[in-house]
């Protein structure tokens, strides 16, 4: 397998196997050394319970949303019971006819069901983070074909919290995270120049502005006010 698998057990769920054996952690949030991986959750933060991928039910669920997002708009931490576009995607809340998952729903599913170096703020360690963020990112482009009359974002009036609104900056771009007091600098330098802020709005591109466009939607690109 390309991308690797599971992690063995036996090595603190390190992923021995595939062509990220070994594969060394730029930032290691989590205290690991290594990429691990532990398919179907880590049993002490799941309270023992076997967790699996996301079910296509409930992805089709969300897709017929209408609405992108409405207040609360949610940052981490916060819980509504609010389902709108962009927060069941994000897996918080689920639909109240879905059944239980103690790891979340969709997105933070499978965060969740890959655990080891997918479960912390420094997931991106693991290859798989940027297959699982590329998906989230082609979903959100086949609902605005869904809903051409919806709006692609919101907050768009500035209502929302600091770092939600459309002309807030995008963190980490933010130019406070992308500086040397920062701890994870490092890992952002050479990407956005010290203390630039790039605004939200700028990441709201039409499917094709960027030179590619995603399988299933080649043929009408997706525009949205």
Not at 12 to 36: M, Q, R, T
Not at 185 to 191: M, P, W
């Amino acid at each position: 397998m390309f991308m690797g698998g599971n992690g063995n057990p036996e090595k603190h769920h390190w992923v021995d196997n595939g062509s990220f054996a070994g594969w060394p952690l730029k930032y290691s949030g989590d205290g690991g050394e290594y990429l691990a991986r532990q398919f179907g959750g880590n049993p002490e933060i799941f309270l023992g319970r076997k967790l699996s991928l996301p079910v296509a039910s409930n992805l089709e669920d969300t897709l017929q949303l209408p609405s992108f997002d409405e207040p609360p708009y949610i940052t981490s931490g916060n819980i509504t019971f609010k389902n709108t576009f962009r927060k069941t995607l994000e897996g918080f809340p689920g639909m109240r006819h879905w059944d239980l998952s103690l790891g979340g729903y969709l997105h933070a599913r499978v965060h969740s069901f890959f655990s080891g170096s997918m479960l912390p703020a420094s997931s991106p360690n693991d290859p798989f983070f940027f297959l699982h963020h590329a998906n989230i990112d082609r979903l959100w482009s086949l609902w605005q074909k869904r809903h051409p009359e919806s709006s692609r974002y919101n907050p768009m009036d500035g209502s929302g919290p600091f770092g939600t609104n459309v002309n807030d900056c995008l963190i980490p771009w933010d130019g406070k995270k992308n500086t040397n007091a920062y701890e994870w600098y490092y890992q952002f330098e050479g990407v956005v120049p010290a203390r630039q802020c790039v605004p939200i709005r700028e990441m709201l591109v039409d499917d094709m502005d960027l030179g590619y466009v995603y399988e299933g939607l080649e043929y009408n690109a997706v525009h949205v006010n």
